[in-house]
């Protein structure tokens, strides 16, 4: 039996549930909250980088396109590119609803291979893409390729110190052996025998060794959401009751700060070391 690959895989479950990705951040679920406060971080930290009116930036693994139309509304010069065909035309619609598309280019393209001139870009934001890539490491360093010298770069990774790790015996270190049969067996249930995608979890000390490895200083770290609230991979709560609970570890979390460790999205915003040129 041929084994799929990676890349191929993770197109072809992206083209599947391209609505999906679309709609996940208009949602009611505790999923979709996380999603908002996630970009809600993201575009905080772009705003507080005043870029100069007309500053290059690049959304890699745009989606749906919806960070990149928020930055192109701030005035930037933006690029975005996704591997999956897909999401490239959802992205494109997101920007014709928006009267965006004449200020964007988009571009179907792998993270670890971008088309772009080196140093040609002072911002690189990419939500959402490290957990499907099998050698992250190989995209973080065209990103920092790409990204001037003191540019930026707004990352995020799935946080593998998130809550449900601690909760769920499926997420348990110690079943690690039995996991890829068990997440195997449960894309087969969901998706049907095609959807052979992995996602990758990481800590934030790897999100932090990948950056260094490449380039770049971390400056500010965050996590936003908590859960997926799960037992065994299925799902505990309404979406009404997981979104009651997220928001009361919400605030716990700001009383009890080591609380915030656990949460489901890990983000940084980190500067390309070197001084710009002119």
């Not at 870029?51 to 396109?65: E, F, M, T, Y």
């Not at 996991?179 to 049907?192: I, K």
Request: proline residues 5%; glycine residues 8%; contains cysteine.
């Amino acid at each position: 039996m041929t084994e799929t690959n990676p890349q191929v895989a993770v197109d072809e479950h992206f083209d599947r549930r391209s609505d999906y990705w679309r709609d996940v951040y208009g949602g009611d679920s505790a999923e979709s909250l996380a999603y908002r406060e996630r970009m809600e971080t993201a575009l905080a930290w772009v705003d507080q980088l005043n870029l100069p009116a007309g500053a290059s930036a690049l959304d890699v693994g745009c989606g749906a396109g919806l960070m990149t139309v928020e930055l192109a509304a701030r005035g930037m010069r933006v690029s975005a590119c996704d591997s999956s065909p897909e999401m490239v035309r959802q992205a494109q619609q997101t920007a014709e609803a928006r009267g965006l598309a004449a200020t964007v280019q988009f571009v179907r393209a792998d993270a670890g291979e971008l088309p772009f001139r080196s140093a040609s870009t002072g911002l690189v934001v990419a939500l959402g893409l490290i957990p499907w890539l099998p050698e992250p490491q190989r995209a973080v360093n065209e990103m920092a390729r790409v990204v001037e010298p003191g540019g930026w770069l707004i990352l995020t990774a799935d946080n593998a110190l998130r809550l449900n790790v601690l909760t769920d015996p499926s997420e348990n270190q110690l079943l690690a052996p039995l996991r890829p049969v068990y997440r195997a067996l449960e894309r087969w249930r969901r998706h049907g025998a095609h959807a052979t995608a992995r996602y990758y979890r990481h800590r934030p000390s790897q999100v932090r060794q990948m950056l260094r490895a490449a380039g770049f200083q971390p400056k500010l770290e965050a996590t936003v959401g908590f859960g997926p609230f799960t037992f065994m991979g299925r799902h505990l709560l309404s979406d009404k009751r997981s979104v009651a609970l997220t928001r009361r570890l919400e605030a716990l979390a700001e009383r009890h700060p080591r609380l915030r460790r656990h949460g489901w999205h890990f983000l940084v915003s980190a500067q390309r070391v070197g001084e710009r040129s002119g």
